[in-house]
């Protein structure tokens, strides 16, 4: 049986979108991923909030913040999840966060949750490959992929390492630092998706920096998907509860320029 995200990358260059659940409210949050859908996004990256997001630059920080104070918990982005897979039964939908959220009531519980609400994958910013066992024998075992990160320092010798158990895409984060504040040279995503591509079995996503839709699109030539996350965020910042129209307006012009890339 094919996965929902064997169906959205074999149609091409996907499009993976990212927002922060919570952000600017839990209640706000359904319309903004309708939004994403509708535009034309692919893969749903949803944020788990927490207070100590090291990956991530200042719109990403400070829409954690925002869903914080607005009293977003893990049950809550739960039932977000659920909530949008009734809604969106095919489209590929991704928690990402932080490791304390996903293990403080065990591995197990959290991976049972995400099988009940829908969820088709994981990113755990911060438990390494070689730290697997904190959280990836729970998520395979429930059926949930495992997505991983490579970076460009990420080398030959560590390569296998992971990819071995990861599942659903390979996200490649381009440049060596935090979210949404610079973007890598295009030769040198070119030459690290080849790199990957050549060792990978599962599709190569690459993001962090991605803002435009020209960025996009030059990146969908090569690789087999695109990630944007920043320059939503920053669209939720902005306009609040009205955010759905503004983000499904650059979501459209996002997946315009991915889909088209390649024609």
Not at 58 to 75: C, D, M, S, V, Y
């Amino acid at each position: 049986m094919t996965t929902r995200f064997e169906r959205a990358f074999a149609k091409g260059p996907a499009l993976v979108t990212f927002i922060t659940g919570g952000d600017p409210t839990p209640d706000a949050t359904p319309a903004i991923l309708d939004a994403l859908v509708e535009g034309g996004a692919d893969v749903i990256e949803l944020g788990m909030p927490f207070t100590d997001p090291m990956a991530d630059g200042p719109a990403i920080q400070n829409a954690n913040i925002r869903a914080l104070e607005a009293g977003t918990k893990t049950a809550d982005l739960l039932r977000i999840a659920a909530d949008f897979r009734s809604r969106h039964p095919d489209v590929p939908l991704v928690l990402m966060g932080y490791a304390n959220p996903m293990t403080t009531r065990g591995s197990e519980w959290f991976a049972d949750q995400c099988a009940m609400a829908g969820v088709d994958g994981v990113i755990c910013v911060d438990i390494p490959p070689e730290e697997d066992q904190e959280l990836g024998p729970a998520l395979r075992a429930a059926g949930i992929s495992l997505i991983r990160l490579a970076t460009p320092t990420t080398d030959a010798a560590r390569l296998p390492a992971v990819l071995e158990g990861s599942s659903g895409f390979l996200y490649y984060v381009s440049v060596a630092g935090i979210t949404g504040m610079q973007q890598a040279a295009q030769a040198s995503i070119e030459d690290a998706v080849a790199r990957l591509k050549a060792e990978a079995t599962i599709p190569v996503a690459v993001g962090f920096g991605v803002r435009t839709p020209e960025q996009a699109a030059a990146i969908a030539k090569v690789a087999d998907g695109v990630v944007v996350g920043s320059a939503l965020v920053d669209l939720v910042a902005q306009h609040g509860k009205d955010a759905a129209g503004p983000v499904r307006e650059l979501t459209r012009a996002l997946a315009d320029a991915v889909h088209s890339a390649r024609i």
